[in-house]
């Protein structure tokens, strides 16, 4: 009975049903991934994810042979979760079933309200702004006391002027004690003599450092590489810019 029913579908008609399925159960598969130099999760991510802030999807499949995220070498497999994944399918809860309205109970009389004998709470003092705020906007003359401490490497869209509420990525000195939720103030060395005509700096004039805004750590990436956001700008930021801590020299 079998074949008789093969014989009257057609094997092409079979074979091409066949090949559909295969072709829907191989969607969502993992790839692999043989590093070359100068690869990090990061990039991979945005290679193969679309967005280099899923490094961490791609770690947690290779943790048992990078368990370092920073550290990956020429040569090394990776495997690569699939960008086509498809979700189970939830079933559809069925219909509660409403319950009969129940009439509301008749409140009793209320008492007359006793007499408050406690004293009357003093109001708690309006939240003052943060200290690091009134730094942004002020340039120091650059004579070299002020020491970085790290500086903005890029920003996770690639646009090269960033603005408060953009993410990025900031290398920190080792020996920085910092945390997630810790501020670094953003500045950058400028020449106040211009050229107004052509907008340019000139040579002679005066150089000073200049506090652009500020980052908030949000999620450390490596030993020296954190997330960040940029918390408020006065001039757009830059790769290349510098950080200090609030208050430091």
Known sequence: MIITL???IGLPAIAAAFTAVGLVFGEGRSKTHVVVDHDTLWDLSAKYLGSPWKWNEIWDLNRAGVPNPDLIYPGQELEVPGPGAAAPEEEEPEPAVEPEPVPAPVPPAAAPPAEDSRAPETPEPAPQAEPWRKEIGRAYPHDGSMKAS????RESAGSALMEAGDRVLVRLDRRAEVGPGTVLLVYRKRNFLLDKKKGVELDGGTYFDDILGAVIL???RSSTKWAAEIAAVNTP????D???FPGRP
Request: positive net charge.
């Open 237 to 240: 930021v830059e790769p290349g």
């Open 242 to 244: 510098l950080l200090k």
């Open 6 to 8: 093969m014989k009257k």
């Open 218 to 220: 949000r999620e450390r």
């Open 150 to 153: 790290g500086k903005v490497i």
